[in-house]
Nanobody
Framework: VQLQASGGGLVQAGGSLRLSCTAS????????MGWFRQAPGKQRDFVAA????????DYADSVKGRFTISIDIAKNTLSLQMNGLKPEDTAVYYC???????????????????WGQGTQVTVSS
């Protein structure tokens, strides 16, 4: 599956952005999906994940209550609604797809077989 992330940009602290990730090839119904982010000089960290049927979600503590992950299987689109953005949210955001089924493992970037190219999110103070 090929993933394409979009929707990043420059926003002031407290603002909102909506990231999208579209897929070609096999559909999202075959994979569990996640969002990760990577700031300069740091590793790629877990942000949010969602199971293939959209029934279960998980979030990093740092984004709980501010970010919402969702999936539209009919449109083969994964989304991340980001509200209340903070300067520390600045990073390149990547969407990923994995065939692993255990929601508890979806925080681990190593289980993701497919990645989008990343989209830059910059939050100014």
């Amino acid at each position: 599956v090929q993933l394409q992330a979009s929707g990043g940009g420059l926003v002031q602290a407290g603002g909102s952005l909506r990231l999208s990730c579209t897929a070609s090839g096999r559909t999202f119904s075959s994979y569990n999906m996640g969002w990760f982010r990577q700031a300069p000089g740091k590793q790629r960290d877990f942000v949010a994940a969602i199971t293939r049927n959209g029934g279960t979600t998980d979030y990093a503590d740092s984004v709980k209550g501010r970010f919402t992950i969702s999936i539209d299987i009919a449109k083969n689109t994964l989304s991340l609604q980001m509200n209340g953005l903070k300067p520390e949210d600045t990073a390149v955001y990547y969407c990923g797809a994995t065939a692993w089924s255990n929601i508890a493992t979806l925080k681990n970037r190593k289980i993701y077989a497919y990645w989008g190219q990343g989209t830059q999110v910059t939050v100014s103070s």
